[in-house]
Structures are given as structure tokens and as C-alpha cells.
């Protein structure tokens, strides 16, 4: 038999075969794309009608509780207004001591936040540190004053004296009226001011704001090139019911 015949007859070697049916397996794979399966999305399980429901409750609970807490407010507010209008003497300010019952705002600004100014046991200080800048201690009432029968009494003094002070009332109408040169003392003393000094300007019975200003201005060159610090020590400040003549 020629050697060509006995050549094809013979069996595959193991190895081809393996290395066939790998190649077959690969190729095979790689052909086909994967399929991947879908991923569904969750549907949310949510009751809107529900929902809606129980926000409207919420809401409407909330907007009640708004509604008496602000009634309530007015009411008391009411009532501290006419006990306060009752009142021979309104304190604003007694050794120091800020009332905080009548007082929704009592800050000091402008030059006074960058001064010494502050609250101590006996009195308030205020303090400007730089000249021809002005410096106030500023006081805004919980609600409207009616201070068209009163005096305004202040008990204070300057820290060397001869200090020359503003006071200015302002009414709900944002209008305001200034009373200048009010001269101190460096020693403690009470001024009285009467009502009539700024009657026609403002409506003094609805008066919620009150300040004491401090504003310098030289005399003479050579003052408005030197430095100034001025303090003004306030222990007092009332509103006082006067008599009717």
C-alpha cells in the first residue's frame, strides 16, 4: 500500500483534536453577543390621593397653629400696650438695666459698634471714637408709644464734660424729628424735655423709636485735624406722665 494511503488512514493525534474542539468552543462564543436580560424598573406603590390628603391636613394645621400663635401675639401686645400707657413712669432704661418688656430692639450703631460702647451695672456707655462721625444708642419699642402727654427724662453725664448730644423720636410713619445741644456735664445730672419740642413734626402717639445721637464738629482747624473720643454715660432714660394744667 503506498505510504500516501497509509498516511490519511492513520487516526488524528489526541492534541489536534483538543486544540480543534478549543478553537471551536472560543470562536463559537465570541460570535454570539450576549443577551442580557432587562432590568425592569420598580414601580413606587405610592397612593397620591392619600398623599395629598395628609399634606393638605399638615398644611392645614400648621397654618392654624400660625394664625393662633399670631392672635395670641397681637393679644398680648394689646394688653402690654395699655398697661404700659397706664403707667405714671415708663422705664426705658433704670441704672443701666435695659426693659426688655416695652423693648424690641436696643443696639448701638454707626460709630458707637467699633468704640467701648456696652452695657455695664450702672449705666449704658456710649462711646465714639472717631470725630465727625456720628455714634447712637438706639432703642425701638415693641409697638407704639403714645408719648404726647409726657416728658422725657434723662439722667446722665459726659466723661469730661461739655458733650453735646441729640435726641430723636421717630413715629410709624417713618418720620422723625430731632432735638440738638443738649449739653452734659461730667458730673451726673437729670434733664427733662418736654413733648412740645417736637410737637407738629411727628405724631407723638405712636412713637416706636428713640435714640440718643452723638455726632462732633470742630470748631477751628485745628480741631477738625485732631483726634476725639468721646463718652457719654447714660444712667436713666423714662418717660414720664406730666400733670395737666
Known amino acids: 500500500m503506498p505510504k500516501t494511503i497509509e498516511t490519511l488512514r492513520s487516526p488524528v493525534f489526541k492534541e489536534d483534536v483538543l486544540h480543534s474542539h478549543i478553537a471551536d468552543t472560543y470562536f463559537h462564543k465570541n460570535s454570539h453577543t450576549k443577551t442580557r436580560k432587562k432590568k425592569h424598573a420598580r414601580r413606587l406603590n405610592i397612593d397620591f390621593p392619600r398623599l395629598f390628603i395628609t399634606w393638605a ?29 397706664a403707667l405714671k413712669v415708663i422705664d426705658v432704661v433704670t441704672q443701666g438695666s435695659v426693659n426688655k418688656t416695652i423693648i424690641g430692639k ?29 455714634a447712637d444708642l438706639s432703642v425701638d419699642f415693641k409697638f407704639p408709644v403714645d408719648v404726647s402727654r409726657r416728658a422725657l427724662l434723662l439722667s ?24 440738638s445741644d443738649i449739653s452734659l456735664s461730667s458730673n451726673l445730672k437729670d434733664k427733662m424735655i418736654h413733648m412740645d419740642e417736637f410737637k ?17 464738629a470742630g470748631e477751628s482747624v485745628s480741631q477738625m485735624d485732631s483726634p476725639i473720643n468721646v463718652t ?14
Not at 204 to 215: C, K
Open 57 to 85: 391636613i399638615v398644611a392645614a394645621l400648621s397654618l392654624s397653629v400660625f394664625i393662633s400663635i399670631t392672635s395670641l401675639h397681637k393679644r398680648y401686645i394689646g394688653i402690654l400696650r395699655k398697661e404700659t400707657a
Open 106 to 134: 436696643f443696639e448701638f450703631r454707626g460709630q458707637a459698634r467699633r468704640g467701648k460702647s456696652s452695657e455695664i451695672k450702672d449705666s449704658v456707655i456710649l462711646n465714639n471714637p472717631k470725630k465727625y462721625n456720628w
Open 156 to 179: 446722665l453725664r459726659g466723661s469730661i464734660g461739655g458733650e453735646k448730644m441729640s435726641v430723636v423720636l421717630r413715629d410709624t410713619k417713618n418720620r422723625s424729628s430731632r432735638l
Open 200 to 216: 407738629g413734626d411727628i405724631d407723638l402717639g405712636n412713637i416706636n423709636h428713640l435714640r440718643l445721637e452723638y455726632g462732633h
Open 232 to 245: 457719654i454715660y447714660v444712667n436713666n432714660i423714662s418717660l414720664a406722665k406730666e400733670e395737666e394744667s
